[in-house]
């Protein structure tokens, strides 16, 4: 049995130049797969709510939804990290996080995922120092969609950017293990991965990050919309086993993400 993947495996494969992958599961079945395909890291995503529930944000998602998938991919026993989304407004303070936090590392989780910059800071000290890892999530933040007025590229700006590249380096000095960068250029994201020394994973951030992270159902072809980062890898893959295995051979190869795949 191979063994379990901790942010020390991560670690030394950021400090060796070795790309690893991040992939979206919520079930035990599709856990198994995920991590048989030999992807390093799952991510039980808020995106669930999407792609399981038919909403059109991840704003609905409730920490109960989210403690029922984490306890599913769990039972999978796989030897990927799993890392949970906290939902919309569960981590709006240090003291409602502990406790959201502490819900999902007792369903399983082996670190939770938080959307936010600076202002998240002292709750991702207060959540660390307690034994509670963090990833943190910049960039097209999906729990803001609101605020965005839609899904958009973010830190196309130099304001946008300069203020992009601040969160990132002050969440890696409250502790956070990882860092999520969603939809921004490519050269920004690849500028962020040089400077942190934590593990940056990319979804439509470039080929520069440390590792990529696509949701299931789209890289497998499955959801009405395709951004232009997702491709599809069921195509000419026999069957979902070969679709997970070829993203995770493309981006450990570097043929996945190319530039079309990416924004500037
Ligand atoms: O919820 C999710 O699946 C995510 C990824 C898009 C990174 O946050």
Known sequence: MA????????????????????????????????????????????????????????????????????????????????????????????????????????????????????????????????????????????????????????????KEAKSILADAVEIQDAGASLLVLECIPAELASDISAKLDIPVIGIGAGAGTDAQVLVMHDLLGLSDHQPRFVENFMAGAGNVQDALKAFVTSVKDGSYPREEHSYT
Request: net charge neutral; proline share 4%; hydrophobic share 40%.
């Open 3 to 158: 063994k379990k993947v901790t942010i020390s495996t991560l670690d030394k494969m950021k400090a060796a130049g070795e790309k690893f992958v991040c992939i979206t599961a919520y079930d035990a079945t599709f856990a198994r797969l995920v991590s048989e395909a030999g992807a390093e890291t799952i991510l039980v995503g808020d995106s669930l709510g999407m792609v399981l529930q038919g909403h059109d944000s991840t704003i609905p998602v409730t920490i109960q939804d989210m403690e029922y998938h984490t306890r599913s991919v769990n039972r999978a026993a796989p030897h990927s990290l799993v890392i949970a989304d906290l939902p919309f407004m569960t981590y709006s303070d240090s003291t409602q996080a502990m406790t959201n936090a502490t819900r999902l590392m007792q369903a399983g989780a082996q670190m939770v995922k938080m959307e936010g910059g600076v202002w998240l800071s002292d709750t991702i000290s207060a959540l660390v120092e307690r034994g509670i890892p963090v990833c943190a999530h910049l960039g097209l933040t999906p729990q803001s969609v609101n605020a965005f007025g839609g899904y958009r590229v973010q830190g196309r700006t130099p």
